[in-house]
Nanobody
Framework: QVQLVESGGGLVQPGGSLRLSCAASGSIFRINRMGWYRQAPGKERELVAL??????TNYANSVKGRFTISRDAANMVSLQMNSLTPEDTAVYYC????????WGQGTLVTVSS
């Protein structure tokens, strides 16, 4: 059983920054990639950023230049979010792919003045 635990969400003003972290535990065969997705109210879940085991990154166009994904440890990934806008408001989900997809429970990020 694989568990993903996210932390770091909250309320921030426009232009502010937040850092999300995700720690994976359990029986993990091999991590192919880890990353972050988000789902805003009334919208579908979308990719934010991911990093493969080889260090290749992929970002949504809407966050390029503002968000940075990093692997802090073998089973940990973080997302540094800068210059946040109200459009970044969403529930952010940690994702791990190892034979199948695993998901965290999500952490809410609210960008509002």
């Amino acid at each position: 059983q694989v568990q993903l635990v996210e932390s770091g969400g909250g309320l921030v003003q426009p232009g502010g920054s937040l850092r999300l972290s995700c720690a994976a535990s359990g029986s993990i065969f091999r991590i192919n990639r880890m990353g972050w997705y988000r789902q805003a109210p009334g919208k579908e879940r979308e990719l934010v950023a991911l990093m493969t085991s080889g260090g290749v990154t992929n970002y949504a166009n809407s966050v390029k230049g503002r968000f940075t994904i990093s692997r802090d440890a073998a089973n940990m990934v973080s997302l540094q979010m800068n210059s946040l806008t109200p459009e970044d408001t969403a529930v952010y989900y940690c994702n791990l792919y190892s034979l199948i997809d695993y998901w965290g429970q999500g952490t809410l990020v609210t960008v509002s003045s």
